[in-house]
C-alpha cells in the first residue's frame, strides 16, 4: 500500500473498514446481540484496523480521530489524518439502514505553515459505494424543480427551517453526516445544512469530498471550515450546489436581522 498516493490511501481504508464493519454487523446480528453492544463493537473495530494500517504505511503522520483520544502533537504536525471510524453508529446498529458511512480525510501544512485538506474519502458501505477527492465525483446535474434539503433524522435546526422557507425546499432526513453529505455529491439532495454540533471528524471528510465535486462548503454564516484546530468543536457546516450557496446564504443572513 506504501505506493498509493494519499487519495488512494483515503479511499482504500474506508473501503476496507466498511467492508470489515458490514461483516461485523451481518455477524452479531445473527448472533442476536444487542444495539448497544453492535455499535461499541464497530467502533472499537473499525479504530483498530485504521490506527494499525496508518501506523503502518503512514508512520510519521499524526491522527485526529473520534475514537481516540486526542494528541496535541497534531498541532504542529505537517500531516493530520482526521478519520470518524464509524459514522452513524445508530444506524448502524439498526439492521435495516444503510445511512451510516467511514470518514477519512488528510490535512497537510503548506510550505507557508498554511493547513487545508488535501485528501479524503467517504464510504457508504452498506450500499457498497467509496467516494473520494481523486478521481472526484462529477458535479452532479441540476435538479428540476423544488430544492431538495437533507437533514437530520432526530432534529430540525432553526437555520434549516428558515432555508426552507425562504427557497421553498422539498425535505427529507438521513442519518449520519457523511450519508447527508453524499447525498448531496451524489445528486440525491441539493443542500445539507447542519447546526447544532459537530466535530471536525465529522465533517473533514465529507468536506474534502464534496469540494473535490465542485459544491460548496462553509460555515453557516459563511466562513470557511477551518480544521487541525486545538478545539475540534466543528458545530455547523452547509454542503450544497454551488448556485444555491448565496441563496441560502443570504436566507441566514436576512433571518437574524
Known amino acids: 500500500m506504501t505506493h498509493l498516493d494519499d487519495a488512494e490511501f483515503a479511499a482504500h481504508l474506508a473501503t476496507e473498514t466498511g467492508k470489515r464493519l458490514v461483516e461485523l454487523r451481518n455477524e452479531l446480528i445473527q448472533r442476536g ?4 453492544d453492535l455499535k461499541d463493537a464497530g467502533d472499537a473495530m473499525a479504530q483498530e484496523f485504521l490506527m494499525s494500517q496508518l501506523h503502518a504505511l503512514r508512520p510519521n503522520d499524526a491522527v485526529l480521530s473520534e475514537e481516540a483520544l486526542d494528541n ?5 504536525a ?10 452513524g453508529t445508530q444506524e448502524y446498529s439498526e439492521p ?3 445511512d451510516w458511512a467511514v470518514h477519512i480525510a488528510l490535512w497537510e501544512r503548506d510550505e507557508y505553515g498554511n493547513g487545508e485538506l488535501v485528501a479524503g474519502a467517504v464510504s457508504l458501505p452498506a450500499i457498497g459505494i467509496t467516494l473520494s477527492t481523486n478521481p472526484a465525483p462529477p458535479t452532479p446535474p441540476m435538479h428540476d424543480g423544488s430544492p431538495r434539503l437533507v437533514l ?3 432534529r430540525t435546526p432553526r437555520e434549516a427551517v428558515v432555508v426552507a422557507e425562504a427557497l421553498g425546499c422539498d425535505a427529507a432526513r438521513l442519518g449520519s453526516a457523511g450519508a447527508k453529505a453524499m447525498s448531496v ?11 447544532g454540533g459537530q466535530h471536525q471528524w465529522d465533517s473533514a471528510a ?6 473535490a465535486a465542485g459544491l ?3 460555515r453557516i454564516d459563511g466562513s470557511p471550515l477551518v480544521y487541525n484546530e486545538p478545539d475540534t468543536w466543528l458545530p455547523d457546516l452547509i454542503i450544497c450546489r454551488a448556485e444555491l450557496a448565496e441563496p441560502v446564504l443570504a436566507a441566514l443572513r436576512h433571518s437574524i436581522r
Do not use: M
Open 206 to 211: 465529507p468536506v474534502a469530498v464534496a469540494r
Open 96 to 98: 435495516d439502514r444503510s
Open 33 to 36: 446481540i444487542s444495539s448497544w
Open 185 to 195: 455529491v451524489l445528486g440525491e439532495s441539493d443542500i445539507y445544512l447542519h447546526s
Open 72 to 76: 496535541s502533537t497534531r498541532l504542529t
Open 216 to 218: 460548496h462548503t462553509s
Open 78 to 87: 505537517n500531516r493530520v489524518w482526521i478519520i470518524d471510524p464509524l459514522d
Open 152 to 154: 437530520s433524522r432526530t
